[in-house]
């Protein structure tokens, strides 16, 4: 902890590494299970905040002895996001291995919910 607050207050700003960590779990665990918010999945739409590279850096930036206690915090995240995503065949083996996965897209939700209502009249 004290390597994370030491690189808080040299390369990064306080609290950051706690803001990276919120935004990372908040970019990967939105909604139930199955359901991730809808994405563009090309890299010119989804690479502008991009929380698990910053953590990443964040992680290489630390000292070898004190990434392990941050990787912990972040290994929970990267296993929901593995659950919650699949493989895309047109990614670049060049992307960092989360930008190698595909969101599921469920649009708007308008279409399903089309699907279950009930028809009047008929």
């Not at 989804?46 to 392990?68: C, F, K, T």
């Amino acid at each position: 902890m004290a390597a994370v607050i030491a690189l808080e207050h040299t390369l990064l700003h306080p609290g950051e590494v706690a803001a990276r960590l919120l935004a990372w779990t908040q970019d990967v665990i939105p909604g139930t299970a199955t359901r991730l918010l809808p994405t563009c999945s090309c890299p010119g739409c989804s690479w502008e905040d991009d929380p698990r590279g910053e953590l990443e850096r964040i992680l290489v930036a630390l000292p070898r002895w004190a990434r392990p206690y941050l990787y912990s915090l972040v290994l929970p995240i990267d296993r929901s996001f593995l659950a919650r995503t699949t493989p895309d065949p047109r990614a670049s083996p060049d992307w960092p291995w989360w930008r190698q996965r595909r969101r599921p897209y469920f649009g708007d939700g308008m279409a399903d919910r089309a699907a279950v209502r009930p028809r009047r009249g008929g």
